[in-house]
Antibody, heavy 122, light 106 residues
Framework: EVQVVESGGGLVQPGRSLRLSCIPS????????MSWVRQAPGKGLEWVGF??????????EYAASVRGRFTFSRDDSKSIAYLEMNTLNTEDTAVYYCARARGSYIFSFDVWGQGTMVTVSS | DIQMTQSPSSLSASVGDRVTITCRAS??????LNWYQQKPPKAPKLLIY???SLESGVPSRFSGSGSGTDFTLTITSLQPEDFAIYYC????????FGGGTKVEIK
C-alpha cells in the first residue's frame, strides 16, 4: 500500500523547536518530491514547504509564514523526510500533514498521511 | 505570492443538485490548479489536477475547468458522500490553497 506516516508532533513551548518526520512506504521515495501542509484547528489548509527529488536538485520552497524558521530535508538513503521547526509560536499550532508531490514541473499532492498535531503553548 | 480566492465559502445543496465552486487566482496561472476534497478530521483527497484532469478513482460526476485566473469545480448530481470541504491549490513552486468551500446539506 502506498502511504506516508508522520510523527514527532506534540506540545512545545513558544520559542522552542520541534522536528517532524515523514516515513513513506509502497513507493520509491527518491523519485518523488514531498510537501508539508498544515491545518490550524477549525481553519483551512495552509501549504508549508516543498522539497524536490534529487533528480531535480532536492531544492526547497517555503511559505512566507515559515521561511527562515522551518527547514525541510530528506534522506533518500533512509527513505525519510524531516521538517525542522524553529522559533515556534502559537500560530504554528496545527495538524501537520506530509504529502507526496507527483509531477516534475507542476505537482499534485496525491498521497497524504494522517497528520501529526503540533501544539505551541506555554 | 499568488493568492487563491474561492467562492462561495459555503453553500447548501440537496442530493442530486448540480454544484459549482469557483476559484480565482490573483494572476494568471495557466492550468496550474488542483482541487481537493476534505472530510475533517481526515486528510484531503486529490480530485482534479491540471485544472481539468480527473484523478484515478474519482467519480466522473466531478469535473474541473478553467485557465488563466478563473477556475471551476463542478459536481453533477451531488451524492451524500460529497458533503465536504473543497479546496483549490496552485500547483507550481508556491502551492497556495484557497480558503475552502464547505458543501452542506440543505
Amino acid at each position: 500500500e502506498v502511504q506516508v506516516v508522520e510523527s514527532g508532533g506534540g506540545l512545545v513551548q513558544p520559542g522552542r523547536s520541534l522536528r517532524l518526520s515523514c516515513i513513506p512506504s509502497g513507493f520509491n521515495f527518491g523519485n518523488y518530491a514531498m510537501s508539508w501542509v498544515r491545518q490550524a484547528p477549525g481553519k483551512g489548509l495552509e501549504w508549508v514547504g516543498f522539497i524536490r527529488s534529487r533528480a531535480y536538485g532536492g531544492t526547497t520552497e517555503y511559505a512566507a509564514s515559515v521561511r527562515g524558521r522551518f527547514t525541510f530535508s530528506r534522506d533518500d538513503s533512509k527513505s525519510i523526510a524531516y521538517l525542522e521547526m524553529n522559533t515556534l509560536n502559537t500560530e504554528d499550532t496545527a495538524v501537520y500533514y506530509c504529502a507526496r508531490a507527483r509531477g516534475s514541473y507542476i505537482f499534485s499532492f496525491d498521497v497524504w498521511g494522517q497528520g501529526t498535531m503540533v501544539t505551541v503553548s506555554s | 505570492d499568488i493568492q487563491m480566492t474561492q467562492s462561495p465559502s459555503s453553500l447548501s445543496a440537496s442530493v442530486g443538485d448540480r454544484v459549482t465552486i469557483t476559484c480565482r487566482a490573483s494572476q494568471s496561472i495557466s492550468t496550474y490548479l488542483n482541487w481537493y476534497q476534505q472530510k475533517p478530521p481526515k486528510a484531503p483527497k486529490l480530485l482534479i489536477y491540471s485544472a481539468s484532469s480527473l484523478e484515478s478513482g474519482v467519480p466522473s460526476r466531478f469535473s474541473g475547468s478553467g485557465s488563466g485566473t478563473d477556475f471551476t469545480l463542478t459536481i453533477t448530481s451531488l451524492q451524500p458522500e460529497d458533503f465536504a470541504i473543497y479546496y483549490c491549490q496552485h500547483s507550481h513552486t508556491i502551492f497556495t490553497f484557497g480558503g475552502g468551500t464547505k458543501v452542506e446539506i440543505k
